[in-house]
Structures are given as C-alpha cells and as structure tokens.
C-alpha cells in the first residue's frame, strides 16, 4: 500500500448499499468481479461507461440489472444510420385537438440508457447524445428540459465491425468516464451460465431487498466528499503529463480527463471503504479511464499506461 493512513468506516447504509449493489450484479454476470467493480465505481462517479466488445457477452443484460438494481427507469436505443437526432432527445407534436404542441419524451429521458452500437449511427444523432451526457439536459425548439440527475449512459461498440460504422471523434470519446471490455467467461461461470434458473432473465435482481434512486444519489454524494491530499492530486496531475510527453502518445489526457480520473479514483475508494484516495486508487482505475482518450503510436494505450504508471514516483505522505 502506498499510504500511512488506514481505512475506516462510513455509515453502515453506504456500506449495505454498496454490498447489495455488488451482490446483485455479480449474480447477473458472473466471473466478472473485476470489471463489475470498475462498472460500479464509474456508476457511483456519475459518469458515463462505454463497453468495447464482442456481442453476446452480457453488455444488455448488465444495463437492465443495474436499472433493476434502483427501481430504474430504463431505455434503450438501437443505433442505426437512419437514427435522428430527435428520436433520442424527443420532439414537439401538433395536436390537432388542443390546438398546441405536445412534446414526446425521447429515450434519454430515463435513469439508464442503452445506446447498443452507438457507432452504427451518423455523427449528428451522435453529437445530440453527448450533449445530453454532458449537459444532462436537452434544447429542443429554444427549450432546455432537464433530464434525471443520475442519468447513467452504457453506450456498448462492435470493436471487429467497422463496416458502415462511424468511429467516435476523441472529443466525443472523452465524454466516457470509462472504456471498458467484459471479455470471456471462464470455465466455471459458463458452467454456472448453462445451468442458472432463468438465465435469459437473470429475474434473480428483482427478489429481496430493493435499492433506491435515492440510494444511489446518496451513494453518488458520498463519492463527491471523498478527501484527496495534496501530495496525491500533484501524483495526478504528474501522471496526466506524463501522457502528453510519452513518446509513444499523440494525443494525451486533457483537464477533464484529469478531472475525471480523479473523481473515478475517489468512486475507488469509496469502494475500498475508505474517505481519502490513495496512490493505488488512482492506478486501479488508469487503464479504463485513461485508456478511453488516450491516442498511440504503434503501441497499445494499456502498454503505455504500464509504462507511465512506472516511471511515475509514487509519494508517500501523511
């Protein structure tokens, strides 16, 4: 470890909640205790997660489990060239009776949305999308209408398909908290897969004990109070630099970016029962963050966070 300070407790509830969280999804995809803590810290960071993988490995039925999770209200999008813009964000309808413009609420008014394939569908429908992540609200016809408050976007990409697809632009990748890749089960849990009740359904999140938007606001307020010395933001922001000098990057992580590691390290350590962030926070979630808006040369962006989280001087402090 590289503190001197030791964890403690927050409030049991936090702690119950964060349990049940974990317990819940590791029922739906199972063997992927790793990647489910990452999706969890990303989720409880407010920000947004894109999934880079292969079909059939789960991505829909984890966006429907963390929905199920909170009581969520959820959406999804199937992304295709003939999307429109307003086919996510909604639209203003002349009803002939009233005599006035109805709006139609699009799908991004949910609490989990899935945009399956998000780079099947045209640069413009693209672009509404983001804004709605970034903003959490949408203008339509000079009206800004605010979306939920926890407004959780899984947006999943075929990474082998690039036939009438159009990659998303770095600006727009940046939007992402995270990338992510679920990757193959192991042995045992498609073992587990074949012979789970029901296992088209995973019905198994909607028994017992129930979470709450609520929960998942205060769990997202916890991570906002999570305390980060001065010694560990300067190993940040020397790490944010060291990807922008790597001679193997053409483009490295802007202040956003660091802004988001940072809030996605605090998220870590919530996670690790913990009200302060510690250097191995920070490196535990390099690859997913980093590796998401980090452009290379000839090298795989997790060969080069390896290398940067190397060189890097961890501090020490207290």
Same mark, same amino acid.
């Given at each position: ?7 403690i ?12 969280l ?5 029922q739906?995809?199972?063997g992927?205790?790793d ?10 960071a ?11 490995l789960?991505k829909?039925?984890?966006?429907k489990?963390i ?9 999804r ?9 307003s086919?996510?964000?909604g ?14 609420h ?6 989990? &949305?899935l945009?399956?394939e998000i780079n099947?569908?045209?640069? !413009?429908?693209?672009s @509404?999308l983001? %804004?709605?992540m970034? +903003? ?6 000079g ?12 947006a999943?990409?075929?990474?082998i ?24 089960p ?21 028994d017992g ?6 929960? &998942?606001?205060?769990?997202?307020n916890?991570?906002?109070?999570? !305390?980060v010395?001065? @010694?560990v933001? %300067?190993?940040?922001? +020397? ?30 350590a919530?996670?690790?029962?913990r ?9 535990a979630?390099?690859?997913a963050?980093v ?5 290379t ?6 060969n ?5 989280l190397?060189d890097v001087k ?5």
């Amino acid at each position: 470890m590289s503190a001197i300070q030791e964890p403690i407790s927050f409030s049991i509830d936090c702690k119950h909640s964060i349990d049940l969280l974990r317990s819940r999804l590791n029922q739906v995809l199972l063997g992927k205790a790793d990647r489910m803590e990452l999706v969890i810290a990303c989720l409880l960071a407010g920000g947004h997660l894109l999934l880079d993988d292969l079909p059939g490995l789960g991505k829909t039925t984890l966006a429907k489990a963390i929905a199920r999770c909170f009581g969520a209200k959820f959406a999804r999008i199937q992304c295709t060239p003939d999307l429109l813009p307003s086919d996510v964000t909604g639209f203003n309808m002349f009803n002939q009776k009233t005599r006035e413009f109805e709006f139609h609420h699009g799908p991004v008014f949910s609490d989990i &949305l899935l945009a399956d394939e998000i780079n099947r569908t045209t640069p !413009r429908t693209q672009s @509404a999308l983001f %804004e709605a992540m970034a +903003e959490r609200q949408v203008t339509i016809d000079g009206e800004s209408r605010l979306l939920s408050p926890v407004f959780f976007v899984i947006a999943t990409q075929n990474p082998i398909e690039s036939h009438g697809a159009y990659p998303l632009p770095e600006a727009q990748l940046d939007r992402f908290s995270m990338k992510l890749e679920i990757g193959y089960p192991d042995r045992v849990a498609q073992l587990a897969i074949l012979n789970q009740v029901d296992s088209l359904h995973y019905n198994r999140t909607d028994d017992g004990e129930s979470l709450s938007l609520k929960s &998942l606001q205060g769990l997202q307020n916890n991570v906002q109070g999570i !305390r980060v010395a001065p @010694a560990v933001q %300067e190993y940040l922001v +020397e790490l944010c630099e060291a990807t922008r000098t790597h001679e193997s990057v053409t483009l490295g992580l802007s202040p956003r970016g660091m802004l988001i590691w940072q809030r996605v390290a605090r998220a870590w350590a919530l996670l690790q029962n913990r009200d302060f962030v510690i250097p191995d926070d920070i490196q535990a979630v390099a690859k997913a963050v980093v590796g998401v808006r980090l452009i290379t040369r000839g090298q795989p962006a997790s060969n080069v966070i390896d290398s940067i989280l190397e060189d890097v001087k961890v501090p020490t402090y207290r």
